[in-house]
């Protein structure tokens, strides 16, 4: 009986340690977004939202291409780990633009979300363009990268709009899981004093 409950402390220790972390991020402050790449106006908006009281609005500003608005970076991965991202997005154009996916790129440096290093690839729905809908998508870590920026990838003409809203991040404990603000994240330095304390 004595060794079934340390085998069974041991499991349960063992789980914790493997736990995933999470980060939920609605746009209730003044910040909306880490980064971009292609011309795009971000801003806070109070309608539509999804939840709460304020969204993201994303204006397409380009002449051409996809623009892309950086919503979150996961840094301090390893070759095969996984990390899943999702968020609300807005749009009443079905099979039209302007509509939007959850995307990905590799991205090595830490203290540099625009040193590029190759795409992540991403979701290929676009949405039904029928006001909010979730878009998802789980990531593999590829040999040789340490970071994920994940990105609102807009399609649309300039002057169009979409709104994102509620985004969660999971990545393996370890990583540093950072959005706008930066306050919600929990550096791997806090999650060790974290579980150290228990």
């Not at 063992?14 to 995933?20: I, L, P, R, S, Y």
């Not at 971000?42 to 051409?64: F, M, N, R, W, Y």
């Not at 899943?84 to 540099?112: H, K, L």
């Not at 998802?136 to 970071?147: C, K, R």
Request: net charge negative; proline share 5%.
């Amino acid at each position: 009986m004595k060794n079934l409950l340390v085998i069974s402390l041991l499991l349960a220790v063992a789980q914790f340690a493997a736990a995933d972390i999470s980060v939920n991020y609605g746009w209730e402050g003044t910040e909306t977004i880490l980064g971009n790449y292609g011309d795009i106006i971000a801003t806070i908006d109070t309608d539509p939202v999804h939840g709460d009281s304020q969204s993201l609005k994303l204006v397409d500003d380009a002449e051409s291409g996809t623009p892309q608005a950086f919503v979150g970076w996961v840094v301090g991965l390893s070759d095969g780990d996984q990390v899943t991202a999702s968020f609300w997005r807005y749009d009443v154009t079905p099979t039209a633009s302007p509509s939007s996916r959850i995307w990905g790129s590799w991205c090595d440096d830490p203290d540099d979300i625009t040193a590029f290093a190759g795409t992540a690839g991403g979701q290929s729905d676009y949405g039904p363009g029928e006001g909010w809908d979730k878009a998802e998508y789980t990531w593999t870590v590829e040999a040789g990268h340490s970071g994920l920026v994940i990105q609102a990838r807009t399609y649309s003409s300039p002057g169009d709009t979409v709104w994102i809203d509620d985004m969660t991040i999971t990545a393996p404990d370890g990583a540093e899981i950072r959005t706008p603000d930066y306050s919600m994240a929990l550096s791997p330095d806090t999650w060790a004093a974290i579980k150290a304390t228990f």
